[in-house]
């Protein structure tokens, strides 16, 4: 096992030991993933082609918290910037309603979709070690859950495909950082130009790239990432006012490769202690779900991060384009419902405010997710029907 | 006839002809008729100085700004919703977390009722603001008092009935109306300063004193801003209804409410010259972009005050508090939409849809019906 720095131009991915000798069945009945990691050396050259990719804008989940809202904000900015007039929205003649308009309901805006792909998780390993289980639960296990479900099939009819288990879990990779990558320790967080280099680092090794393959990076707990280099649009739940996000997914076309979809999974289980204080608030789902919530708030994101990669992958897919509060959503932005415990009558104390989950059957095992907005029926759901 | 009221003010009153002009209300379309004016005085700034107001609820303006509107708009209903609930001393529990999950289904835009007063019945008062004193309603607005009366009824207002506890045909018809003559400009282009909210307390300060209607939840007075004219929410000057100052520009009017030591608490909305981009609604409306334009903006707030009357101080009532996507909208917030038929280089129209009582026709953005999930005309 080579375990390699993390260096400004250079990428190393780390092999994990596969789980060969039987998986073991974590709490909650998620099974530990069973999986053989790609082995991929990273070189200068996946910097520099992140460097010259062209990129579509990054679609962020909001921090649940007020400093989430300069994340969700900037949502109006980047549609004016990336369509044209000739875009159905502008041509949308829903703006003279016939008596009833259901606010959540998204517009196909005529670009591409993902009716089936490979999902590939990459996990970031803070020098070199971060043990699947204890750092993020079972993503992958999660993953083949969710391909297997009900609750996927509510993307059928955006997608235009109902077959069964359509995005199954692919190939996983890892690679080591050299850690700490964060702003309370003097370090500079990750960019998503080092989410792009990894990413074209697994893709040009494996080959999968297109719209047949997703790719989740995952993050551990302590490392921040940025959208860019001024550091003031990250997730940092060490630094408050940077603080706007728990994770985003987006597409890159890299020159030598192509059309790349991937995904950014920063730790999900993270709060701050009161709303009441200067610090924003958490991306972690309430507690007492089936999977703990270290567990449940990473798969949380891991969903509607899949489901918005699928119905919209570059930006140009199935979004909200009429309503003003929803405008440019995605139909797992719409349905961000949080909770806000104030003060607990046993305690006295103020509880965190986080997302407010469902507690539902995800193929054969139980997870606490957030729904999903159903055109068909104009509200958020768990799928067509509960399993 | 002139009629001295004291040595804080003078008033002119024209009782016969306010008379008169109430009892042909009916015409919906009826011409200019006359009101009472009035004069803001020293007394009526000290009493705002000496009033709690809060920060009242805008309707952000769409274009470039919009965004950073509702980041402005859900920051304080962050911090309302926190002093409310630091300062009560009690639990107060938004939903049902912490006893259980999520419904299967569950509506993204549902308003929430989180315990503050509504509007069931009330009389409308409109206050036009005259440059000069000079600027005919009809011309410079439309009927906005003529749109008020069918609103009230028609079965649009009905909508309301679910929020409120009650469906009464015709509870909120239209009072008594009050010029306020200002020396213009109030603007950004011309070097002079805009009003702020403080001026337009005021201004209702002085009419409500004028007008001698009971206070309370029971009146609700609509300040009529001119095109040309400019407002700010904050002392700073930096959120404004301000077509002629982009980087200010972030809302189109707003609510709120204000209690005064001498008269109480007293209900007003704000609608700016909705006629201009950011505000307006599109082309092609029955009564054209003025009148239509003020009037869905009018109705938008009229919805608002009746269910969420205290916002501005913290003691909302039907508000959306779950979806954190949207949260601290409204129920006419829920249901603006935005339509780009220049392109997304200017800014869209506002989306609506008509009603009608009799032979007249209304086009106005619709508004959040709970009962049937979704925007309506109807309820």
């Given at each position: 096992m080579k375990i390699l720095k993390l260096r400004k131009s250079v990428l190393r991915v780390l092999v994990l030991d596969a789980c060969v000798a039987g998986c073991t069945l974590l709490p909650g009945g998620v099974q530990a993933a069973s999986h053989t990691p790609l082995s991929v050396t990273v070189t200068a050259a996946d910097q520099k082609a992140a460097e010259g990719a062209s990129a579509t804008p990054i679609r962020l989940l909001a921090v649940k918290g007020p400093n989430g809202v300069a994340a969700q904000t900037t949502r109006f900015p980047a549609a004016v910037q990336n369509r044209s007039a000739g875009d159905a929205a502008s041509s949308d003649p829903s703006f003279v309603q016939s008596g009833v308009r259901y606010t959540g309901d998204v517009t196909y805006l005529g670009g591409a979709v993902i009716a089936g792909a490979q999902q590939h998780v990459i996990y970031l390993l803070p020098n070199g070690s971060c043990p699947i289980a204890t750092c993020w639960g079972d993503p992958e296990g999660f993953l083949a859950d969710l391909s297997k479900s009900r609750f996927v099939h509510l993307a059928d009819q955006y997608v235009g495909a109902s077959g069964p288990d359509r995005y199954p879990v692919g190939q996983s990779s890892s690679l080591s950082f050299a850690a700490p990558r964060n702003f309370s320790s003097g370090s500079t967080p990750l960019t998503d130009a080092d989410m792009q280099a990894a990413v074209h680092a697994v893709a040009k090794a494996s080959g999968q790239t297109g719209y047949g393959h997703i790719y989740h990076v995952l993050l551990p707990q302590g490392a921040d990432v940025c959208t860019d280099t001024t550091y003031s649009n990250c997730y940092a739940p060490d630094s408050g006012a940077q603080w706007l996000f728990c994770g985003y997914h987006g597409s890159v076309d890299f020159t030598d490769i192509g059309h790349v979809v991937y995904a950014v999974e920063p730790y999900q289980d993270v709060s701050t202690p009161t709303v009441f204080t200067a610090k924003p608030g958490t991306c972690a789902v309430q507690p007492n779900t089936p999977n703990g919530t270290l567990v449940d708030s990473t798969d949380n994101l891991l969903s509607r991060l899949t489901f918005g990669t699928i119905t919209d992958p570059d930006g140009s897919g199935w979004v909200n384009a009429t309503d003003l509060v929803f405008f440019n959503t995605e139909i797992s932005d719409e349905c961000t419902f949080a909770d806000a415990v104030l003060q607990n009558p046993a305690t006295g104390n103020f509880e965190d405010v986080f997302f407010f989950v469902d507690v539902f059957r995800v193929a054969s095992h139980r997870y606490g997710l957030l729904p999903i907005y159903d055109n068909a029926h104009h509200a958020c759901t768990i799928g067509p029907s509960a399993e | 006839?002139?009629?001295?009221?004291?040595?804080?003010?003078?008033?002119?009153?024209?009782?016969?002809?306010?008379?008169?002009?109430?009892?042909?209300?009916?015409?919906?379309?009826?011409?200019?008729?006359?009101?009472?004016?009035?004069?803001?005085?020293?007394?009526?700034?000290?009493?705002?100085?000496?009033?709690?107001?809060?920060?009242?609820?805008?309707?952000?303006?769409?274009?470039?700004?919009?965004?950073?509107?509702?980041?402005?708009?859900?920051?304080?209903?962050?911090?309302?919703?926190?002093?409310?609930?630091?300062?009560?001393?009690?639990?107060?529990?938004?939903?049902?977390?912490?006893?259980?999950?999520?419904?299967?289904?569950?509506?993204?835009?549902?308003?929430?009722?989180?315990?503050?007063?509504?509007?069931?019945?009330?009389?409308?008062?409109?206050?036009?603001?005259?440059?000069?004193?000079?600027?005919?309603?009809?011309?410079?607005?439309?009927?906005?008092?003529?749109?008020?009366?069918?609103?009230?009824?028609?079965?649009?207002?009905?909508?309301?009935?679910?929020?409120?506890?009650?469906?009464?045909?015709?509870?909120?018809?239209?009072?008594?109306?009050?010029?306020?003559?200002?020396?213009?400009?109030?603007?950004?282009?011309?070097?002079?300063?805009?009003?702020?909210?403080?001026?337009?307390?005021?201004?209702?300060?002085?009419?409500?004193?004028?007008?001698?209607?009971?206070?309370?939840?029971?009146?609700?007075?609509?300040?009529?801003?001119?095109?040309?004219?400019?407002?700010?929410?904050?002392?700073?000057?930096?959120?404004?209804?301000?077509?002629?100052?982009?980087?200010?520009?972030?809302?189109?009017?707003?609510?709120?409410?204000?209690?005064?030591?001498?008269?109480?608490?007293?209900?007003?909305?704000?609608?700016?010259?909705?006629?201009?981009?950011?505000?307006?609604?599109?082309?092609?409306?029955?009564?054209?972009?003025?009148?239509?334009?003020?009037?869905?903006?009018?109705?938008?707030?009229?919805?608002?005050?009746?269910?969420?009357?205290?916002?501005?101080?913290?003691?909302?009532?039907?508000?959306?508090?779950?979806?954190?996507?949207?949260?601290?909208?409204?129920?006419?917030?829920?249901?603006?939409?935005?339509?780009?038929?220049?392109?997304?280089?200017?800014?869209?129209?506002?989306?609506?849809?008509?009603?009608?009582?009799?032979?007249?026709?209304?086009a106005v953005q619709t508004e959040y019906n709970n009962a049937r999930h979704s925007c309506t005309i109807q309820p």
């Open positions: - | 006839m002139k009629v001295f009221l004291g040595s804080n003010r003078r008033v002119e009153l024209m009782a016969l002809l306010v008379g008169l002009s109430q009892a042909i209300g009916v015409n919906a379309q009826a011409p200019d008729a006359t009101g009472i004016s009035v004069q803001v005085t020293a007394a009526d700034r000290a009493a705002v100085s000496n009033s709690t107001a809060g920060r009242p609820h805008y309707l952000s303006a769409k274009g470039s700004n919009e965004f950073r509107a509702r980041q402005d708009q859900i920051l304080h209903a962050w911090q309302d919703f926190s002093n409310a609930a630091s300062n009560s001393g009690a639990s107060r529990t938004v939903s049902s977390a912490s006893q259980g999950s999520l419904p299967h289904v569950t509506y993204p835009s549902d308003l929430v009722y989180t315990g503050g007063p509504t509007v069931d019945h009330a009389h409308h008062h409109a206050i036009y603001m005259l440059p000069n004193g000079v600027c005919p309603v009809q011309t410079c607005w439309g009927n906005p008092e003529g749109f008020l009366r069918d609103l009230s009824q028609s079965d649009f207002i009905h909508v309301t009935d679910q929020y409120v506890g009650t469906s009464d045909d015709d509870r909120y018809p239209v009072g008594k109306r009050a010029f306020v003559s200002f020396t213009p400009p109030r603007n950004f282009s011309k070097g002079s300063t805009p009003f702020t909210d403080a001026d337009i307390q005021a201004v209702v300060h002085a009419v409500a004193s004028a007008l001698g209607e009971s206070g309370g939840y029971g009146q609700i007075y609509h300040v009529f801003l001119p095109q040309g004219t400019d407002e700010c929410m904050n002392a700073g000057l930096t959120v404004c209804y301000s077509p002629d100052n982009g980087p200010t520009f972030f809302f189109c009017a707003y609510h709120g409410s204000a209690n005064f030591p001498d008269i109480g608490h007293v209900l007003y909305t704000v609608e700016l010259y909705e006629d201009v981009g950011g505000c307006d609604v599109a082309p092609g409306t029955p009564n054209g972009q003025l009148v239509d334009s003020t009037n869905s903006v009018l109705s938008h707030e009229t919805f608002e005050t009746i269910t969420d009357p205290d916002v501005a101080q913290g003691a909302t009532a039907w508000i959306q508090f779950l979806n954190w996507q949207i949260f601290g909208s409204e129920i006419g917030d829920e249901c603006q939409t935005v339509y780009f038929p220049n392109g997304f280089g200017a800014p869209p129209f506002g989306g609506t849809d008509t009603f009608s009582v009799e032979d007249r026709t209304y």
